[in-house]
T-cell receptor
Framework: KNQVEQSPQSLIILEGKNCTLQ??????????LRWYKQDTGRGPVSLTI?????NTKSNGRYTATLDADTKQSSLHITASQLSDSASYIC?????????????FGAGTRLAVHP | GAVVSQHPSRVICKSGTSVKIECRSL??????MFWYRQFPKQSLMLMAT?????????EQGVEKDKFLINHASLTLSTLTVTSAHPEDSSFYIC???????????????FGPGTRLTVL
């Protein structure tokens, strides 16, 4: 069964600290993996996207890693800011019927406190 | 680029009424649009896939007669919640997929969501 599991479910950190969010998946066949940031009451916004051959991808203070062998990904946030408070969703894309089908993780709710 | 809008952003209605939500791709043509539902503290759940000019494909457990989807043009899809009930209260998000060509161009862009509250 295609699944995406994220941990931790929620996380509280102090402003300026770093944190790492985890994503494990069992989606097959694998096409790509994306991390989204979703602010409360808003739609998801893409942070990074990685294909099978990519191990790491950065977007400002966000760095995503992918280990396709162990089917694990992480999102590292450096020097956190209050505006980083949001849900971070790991989405794995598998190929079905010639198109990508997205499998969503439940998300990690991050709260950055001053 | 690749902006998706939704209207309205928030709607409150009485039980038994119907509500229409619009999803527009503002600066690109979307051959396919998706409708998701998200309950509090849960992730997005795909409701249906809508291809321009054809009938929508609904996920298992989603009532097609209750959630009417129309995708009449390459930039507009609508979701109508018919005879809404309090349990239909949720956050509805659409996404639009660009046409193929370059692999990573085949990606989904999400709208800002519509908060539906049924009294």
């Amino acid at each position: 069964k295609n699944q995406v599991e994220q941990s931790p479910q929620s996380l509280i950190i102090l402003e300026g600290k770093n944190c790492t969010l985890q994503c494990n998946y069992t989606v097959s066949p694998f096409s790509n993996l994306r991390w989204y940031k979703q602010d409360t009451g808003r739609g998801p916004v893409s942070l990074t996207i990685m294909t099978f051959s990519e191990n790491t991808k950065s977007n400002g203070r966000y760095t995503a890693t992918l280990d396709a062998d162990t089917k694990q990904s992480s999102l590292h946030i450096t020097a956190s800011q209050l505006s980083d408070s949001a849900s971070y969703i790991c989405v794995v894309s598998g190929v079905s019927g010639g198109y990508n089908k997205l499998i969503f993780g439940a998300g990690t709710r991050l709260a950055v406190h001053p | 680029g690749a902006v998706v809008s939704q209207h309205p952003s928030r709607v409150i209605c009485k039980s038994g009424t119907s509500v229409k939500i619009e999803c527009r791709s503002l600066d690109f043509q979307a051959t396919t649009m998706f409708w998701y539902r998200q309950f509090p503290k849960q992730s997005l759940m795909l409701m249906a896939t809508s291809n321009e000019g054809s009938k929508a494909t609904y996920e298992q457990g989603v009532e097609k007669d209750k959630f009417l989807i129309n995708h009449a043009s390459l930039t507009l899809s609508t979701l109508t919640v018919t005879s809404a009930h309090p349990e239909d209260s949720s956050f509805y998000i659409c996404s639009a997929r660009t046409a193929g060509g370059v692999f990573l161009a085949d990606t989904q862009y999400f709208g800002p969501g519509t908060r539906l509250t049924v009294l």
